[in-house]
């Protein structure tokens, strides 16, 4: 899909799964590379709108996010556009905006994987804290820069004191200085830095795994990760418990569990 001078392109991989059937890989590419992949609020709109039609398609099994040109994932909200806001609606609606897109991966039932290169910026990092693994090149840089600029860091900023803890992330909203690669992964920001040559191969390689799982009980997991973050120890556990019991009563273990068996046997 394209709206003005952005594009949002997906391409669909369909594979073979273990056991049968076809699972679906979706690699969401944003464009809008003459502006460092920035964000407005068509763009916005666009890319909630294909997370949440990835959320209807039942053989989907992960999401890659990335963005076009090679100079950034996603340089962060479109600076021309918030310098024209002027009251507090104009405000809340952008924010809001963003939130929505965050919310969108977030909710899709599979696991998205957030690959980055350049800069990730502002909303860009908020997009990418959104995503269940991040995958970064060794040129990527990343920073809030919004308190610069005369706002704060909000909606899911929120996320990133449980990915890097909080003095960290005071860090990063209050200096507004950029962290390079190797910061990130030291911090705990991204789950894996490569070259930038590589990239795709260690994108790959966290595709295959996740598709090598069965599809219920991948989503059931991201599922339950969700519900884990909301909820008190105690009432985390009964709900893996719940979640577990469901899984054996829906039966995809047995053809999985089946075959190891049989093969310790021989």
Not at 50 to 54: D, E, Q, S, V, Y
């Given at each position: 899909m394209?709206?003005?001078?952005h594009k949002v392109d997906i391409s669909w991989d369909r594979r073979p799964q273990i056991g049968g059937g076809i699972g679906t890989v979706a690699n969401v590419v944003f464009d809008n590379s003459r502006k460092l992949n920035s964000l407005n609020p068509p763009a916005l709109?666009?890319?909630t709108e294909?997370?949440?039609?990835?959320a209807r398609e039942d053989d989907l099994r992960v999401v890659v996010l990335s963005g076009a040109g090679g100079k950034a994932f996603i340089g962060g909200a479109d600076i021309n556009h918030m310098a024209g806001m002027r009251s507090s609606e104009d405000g809340r609606a952008f924010i809001t905006s963003v939130h929505k897109l965050c919310q969108a991966i977030r909710d899709c039932p599979v696991?998205?994987?957030?690959?980055?290169?350049?800069y990730t910026l502002g909303a860009g990092l908020e997009v990418a804290a959104a995503c269940d693994m991040r995958i970064a090149a060794d040129n990527a840089f990343f920073g809030m820069p919004e308190v610069k600029v005369g706002v704060p860091s909000v909606v899911e900023a929120a996320l990133l004191p449980r990915l890097i803890g909080w003095g960290r992330t005071s860090w990063l909203l209050l200096t507004a200085e950029n962290i390079d690669a190797v910061t990130a992964d030291r911090w705990g920001m991204v789950e894996?830095?490569?070259p930038v040559a590589k990239l795709d191969a260690a994108v790959e390689h966290c595709v295959a795994a996740i598709v090598e799982g069965t599809p219920k009980a991948v989503r059931a997991q991201k599922r339950l990760m969700r519900r884990w973050e909301r909820l008190p120890l105690d009432e985390a556990v009964q709900a893996g418990i719940d979640a577990f019991a469901q899984s054996v009563a829906e039966g995809e273990h047995i053809e999985r569990m089946g075959a190891f068996v049989n093969r310790k046997r021989k």
């Open positions: 394209a709206s003005g001078v709109l666009d890319l294909a997370f949440l039609g990835l696991p998205v994987i957030c690959r980055m290169e350049g894996q830095v490569v």
